[in-house]
């Protein structure tokens, strides 16, 4: 391979390491959008076939219960062994019998037609009542016998001749009205189902798949061909290309749901995903192409200048590479060699710029220790200022100007005083107490707080204005953007080896994502953050009771926009004992 030039070895990483792999994983790729689609196909068929079960199911459910009242009716029993002396007795009885207790069923929208036999001869044929020797030869009633169940459902084609007008499909749910035992009089419930009602309701929910329910090789239902109702059913030839078949058993008989192949095929379903194909192939061949010629270009053209430079030392003269470019080996060589070239100058500069450093240090230096006399005296200068102020505005009878100025003198002294990071609880308390006082000079009725700190509670040791921080950030973003009176409620108790403390607002609170960002921020925030985390006291404050306790303790944050936000500090109580 040394003896290969870099664009011969460039092609044979090109075609070994860039074709040859792509063209087995875009195989791979292709077999799993292949994989995929069958296996989406398959979950649909699946769903569409369940839909088709469980409509059926509630269907014939809805009927069946119907069908019940009409099992347990004693009246229903009574008017049916009754012996008639004449048709017209039997009339006025089932005149009668329907204004008392109709043969309606109530909710039965798929029910198209109701009908009782009974072993009868006194009975009349008409309406919702026939002699039970009027079935003997029909379909339906042969059909319930072969089957030997007390309840089951037959489907039969019924011709103009059958006591009907017209010639059409039925489902019939037929059922033994056997409950009172003692009956000689044996009586069959037939409730027949909207078959058309039925079918269009497959319709809906095929989305346009191929569906045949089927009973054996009888079919039931179709929502494509096949599916005339006023035709004598069809049959299965075996031709059907069958995608996907779901059985189950429904009142004794035995059901198939079959969804026949689209006409679409997966690899027809695979052109939604031409795009993705085609810019496999465009990023597999030419960006590969493009891709080697720029590296080839880079390679050749950068060496070139290299080696031409070393001629030139070779020549007794010593010169740098002027476009010493890219973070690459050859790019560190030509910036080596420039240093090598520039040697004595770049000690020299280094020398220099040390010496430089080291006079800007020390006047930085000089300019902190100045910076901290001042820091000494203008506390001093302020805190003597605010109190001639609040002298003044007393004699002048100004109490209310007076108090604020008292409460900003606490705030100031308390946030200059830095002799220990760690202040008793109740202490930080009487801090958060007067800031607030002051937030309700500008607030007025806006603003209520209510403070809890037991007295067992007291004695434990916080960071400086941390419960102060969250306390001030609940009054700024919480009350500011709420014209309603807000409550600030502070709390702090000792539950188990915990201490819990609480800032609840009702103020305009924060949308989820900042309460999520908010909490991360809390949970995981390092020094580093304070340089970039908007919420800077937030963060201080976080780092602060982390390092106090060792990194046990919790936050939480829970907010909802126009209710208000709650915040949750837990501690484990060991870590803020008195300190000496």
């Given at each position: 391979?040394?003896?290969?030039?870099?664009?011969?070895?460039?092609?044979?990483?090109?075609?070994?390491?860039?074709?040859?792999?792509?063209?087995?994983?875009?195989?791979?790729?292709?077999?799993?959008?292949?994989?995929?689609?069958?296996?989406?196909?398959?979950?649909?068929?699946?769903?569409?076939?369940?839909?088709?079960?469980?409509?059926?199911?509630?269907?014939?459910?809805?009927?069946?219960?119907?069908?019940?009242?009409?099992?347990?009716?004693?009246?229903?029993?009574?008017?049916?062994?009754?012996?008639?002396?004449?048709?017209?007795?039997?009339?006025?009885?089932?005149?009668?019998?329907?204004?008392?207790?109709?043969?309606?069923?109530?909710?039965?929208?798929?029910?198209?037609?109701?009908?009782?036999?009974?072993?009868?001869?006194?009975?009349?044929?008409?309406?919702?009542?026939?002699?039970?020797?009027?079935?003997?030869?029909?379909?339906?009633?042969?059909?319930?016998?072969?089957?030997?169940?007390?309840?089951?459902?037959?489907?039969?084609?019924?011709?103009?001749?059958?006591?009907?007008?017209?010639?059409?499909?039925?489902?019939?749910?037929?059922?033994?009205?056997?409950?009172?035992?003692?009956?000689?009089?044996?009586?069959?419930?037939?409730?027949?189902?909207?078959?058309?009602?039925?079918?269009?309701?497959?319709?809906?929910?095929?989305?346009?798949?191929?569906?045949?329910?089927?009973?054996?090789?009888?079919?039931?239902?179709?929502?494509?061909?096949?599916?005339?109702?006023?035709?004598?059913?069809?049959?299965?030839?075996?031709?059907?290309?069958?995608?996907?078949?779901?059985?189950?058993?429904?009142?004794?008989?035995?059901?198939?749901?079959?969804?026949?192949?689209?006409?679409?095929?997966?690899?027809?379903?695979?052109?939604?995903?031409?795009?993705?194909?085609?810019?496999?192939?465009?990023?597999?061949?030419?960006?590969?192409?493009?891709?080697?010629?720029?590296?080839?270009?880079?390679?050749?053209?950068?060496?070139?200048?290299?080696?031409?430079?070393?001629?030139?030392?070779?020549?007794?003269?010593?010169?740098?590479?002027?476009?010493?470019?890219?973070?690459?080996?050859?790019?560190?060589?030509?910036?080596?060699?420039?240093?090598?070239?520039?040697?004595?100058?770049?000690?020299?500069?280094?020398?220099?710029?040390?010496?430089?450093?080291?006079?800007?240090?020390?006047?930085?230096?000089?300019?902190?220790?100045?910076?901290?006399?001042?820091?000494?005296i203008n506390p001093h200068f302020l805190f003597n200022v605010l109190e001639s102020i609040r002298m003044r505005s007393l004699i002048q009878g100004e109490e209310v100007t007076a108090g604020m100025i008292e409460k900003l003198a606490?705030?100031?002294?308390?946030?200059?005083?830095?002799?220990?990071?760690?202040?008793?609880?109740?202490?930080?308390?009487?801090?958060?107490?007067?800031?607030?006082?002051?937030?309700?000079?500008?607030?007025?009725?806006?603003?209520?707080?209510?403070?809890?700190?037991?007295?067992?509670?007291?004695?434990?040791?916080?960071?400086?204005?941390?419960?102060?921080?969250?306390?001030?950030?609940?009054?700024?973003?919480?009350?500011?953007?709420?014209?309603?009176?807000?409550?600030?409620?502070?709390?702090?108790?000792?539950?188990?080896?915990?201490?819990?403390?609480?800032?609840?607002?009702?103020?305009?609170?924060?949308?989820?994502?900042?309460?999520?960002?908010?909490?991360?921020?809390?949970?995981?925030?390092?020094?580093?953050?304070?340089?970039?985390?908007?919420?800077?006291?937030?963060?201080?404050?976080?780092?602060?009771?982390?390092?106090?306790?060792?990194?046990?303790?919790?936050?939480?944050?829970?907010?909802?926009?126009?209710?208000?936000?709650?915040?949750?500090?837990?501690?484990?109580?060991?870590?803020?004992?008195?300190?000496?």
């Amino acid at each position: 391979m040394n003896d290969f030039n870099i664009k011969k070895k460039l092609f044979i990483i090109y075609v070994f390491c860039v074709i040859i792999p792509l063209v087995l994983t875009d195989s791979i790729i292709l077999y799993i959008l292949f994989d995929a689609e069958k296996k989406e196909q398959r979950y649909e068929f699946e769903n569409l076939a369940n839909a088709v079960k469980y409509n059926l199911e509630y269907t014939f459910e809805e009927v069946v219960k119907e069908m019940n009242d009409v099992y347990v009716n004693s009246e229903i029993n009574s008017f049916l062994n009754e012996e008639y002396k004449n048709g017209y007795a039997f009339f006025a009885a089932s005149v009668e019998f329907s204004r008392k207790a109709p043969l309606n069923m109530p909710g039965g929208y798929n029910i198209s037609n109701v009908v009782i036999y009974a072993d009868n001869d006194t009975i009349v044929n008409g309406g919702h009542f026939y002699r039970l020797s009027e079935a003997e030869n029909a379909e339906w009633y042969r059909r319930y016998l072969e089957s030997g169940k007390g309840l089951t459902f037959v489907s039969y084609y019924v011709g103009k001749s059958d006591m009907s007008a017209l010639s059409m499909r039925r489902l019939s749910l037929v059922r033994r009205l056997d409950y009172f035992k003692k009956d000689s009089c044996e009586k069959i419930l037939r409730v027949d189902l909207d078959y058309n009602r039925m079918l269009r309701e497959l319709v809906q929910i095929s989305y346009g798949n191929r569906v045949y329910v089927c009973q054996g090789d009888r079919i039931l239902f179709s929502n494509g061909e096949h599916s005339g109702s006023r035709e004598d059913f069809h049959t299965l030839t075996g031709e059907e290309s069958v995608a996907y078949k779901s059985s189950f058993e429904m009142y004794g008989q035995e059901i198939d749901v079959l969804i026949l192949k689209s006409q679409s095929s997966v690899f027809q379903n695979l052109e939604k995903h031409v795009r993705l194909i085609i810019f496999l192939v465009v990023a597999n061949l030419l960006l590969p192409v493009i891709m080697v010629s720029m590296v080839n270009r880079s390679f050749t053209r950068r060496l070139w200048e290299l080696s031409a430079a070393f001629e030139q030392i070779q020549e007794g003269t010593l010169q740098g590479i002027e476009n010493a470019r890219g973070k690459d080996e050859i790019g560190t060589l030509m910036r080596n060699y420039n240093r090598m070239a520039k040697k004595m100058n770049d000690l020299i500069l280094h020398v220099y710029k040390n010496r430089l450093e080291k006079q800007e240090i020390e006047l930085a230096r000089q300019n902190a220790e100045l910076l901290a006399l001042h820091s000494q005296i203008n506390p001093h200068f302020l805190f003597n200022v605010l109190e001639s102020i609040r002298m003044r505005s007393l004699i002048q009878g100004e109490e209310v100007t007076a108090g604020m100025i008292e409460k900003l003198a606490i705030l100031e002294r308390q946030n200059i005083n830095w002799a220990s990071d760690h202040v008793r609880m109740a202490e930080e308390m009487s801090f958060v107490e007067a800031y607030l006082e002051l937030q309700q000079y500008r607030f007025g009725n806006r603003l209520r707080y209510e403070i809890d700190l037991p007295a067992d509670c007291a004695d434990y040791y916080i960071p400086k204005l941390t419960l102060t921080t969250f306390v001030e950030n609940a009054c700024v973003h919480g009350m500011e953007k709420k014209t309603s009176t807000c409550w600030i409620y502070v709390r702090v108790y000792l539950k188990g080896p915990l201490l819990y403390i609480e800032i609840e607002d009702t103020g305009s609170g924060m949308e989820e994502a900042a309460v999520e960002k908010m909490n991360e921020s809390m949970r995981n925030c390092t020094i580093d953050d304070i340089k970039e985390n908007e919420h800077i006291g937030i963060i201080n404050a976080c780092l602060r009771l982390k390092r106090i306790s060792g990194g046990n303790v919790q936050f939480s944050l829970e907010s909802e926009e126009g209710v208000g936000t709650f915040m949750t500090i837990r501690v484990e109580s060991d870590y803020l004992q008195m300190k000496e």
